[in-house]
């Protein structure tokens, strides 16, 4: 997969610097795991038609944020002025609210 050059600019990374960034927040088997949702991405939006970059970048970070501590996805909902209802849940949902938060993408 590491021929897979973005182009449409959708994040400030290449996918190398992309690949590193995640491989560095998560866990060895976490990692490996949004490696392969990234392939099913790309295969999925290949066979329905849909944007192949945007599919492969939303499956290579979908779990970025995920082994987090709470104290830094709390911290986030308060300082982006979030929902306060946020708080009333866990991980599940919070790492998938915050990941580009976490990325620096905003």
Request: glycine share 4%; hydrophobic share 45%.
């Amino acid at each position: 997969m590491s021929e897979f050059v973005y182009q449409a600019d959708l994040v400030p990374y290449t996918r190398a610097e992309l690949v590193e960034k995640v491989a560095a927040n998560l866990s060895t088997s976490r990692f490996e795991h949004c490696l392969r949702v990234e392939q099913t991405a790309i295969e999925l939006a290949r066979q329905n038609g849909a944007d192949v970059e945007r599919a492969a970048i939303a499956g290579l970070v979908h779990d970025y944020a995920k082994q987090l501590p709470d104290e830094t996805f709390i911290a986030a909902i308060q300082a982006n002025h979030f929902d306060p209802d946020l708080l009333n849940y866990g991980n599940a949902i919070w790492h998938g609210v915050l990941v580009r938060i976490s990325l620096n993408v905003i």
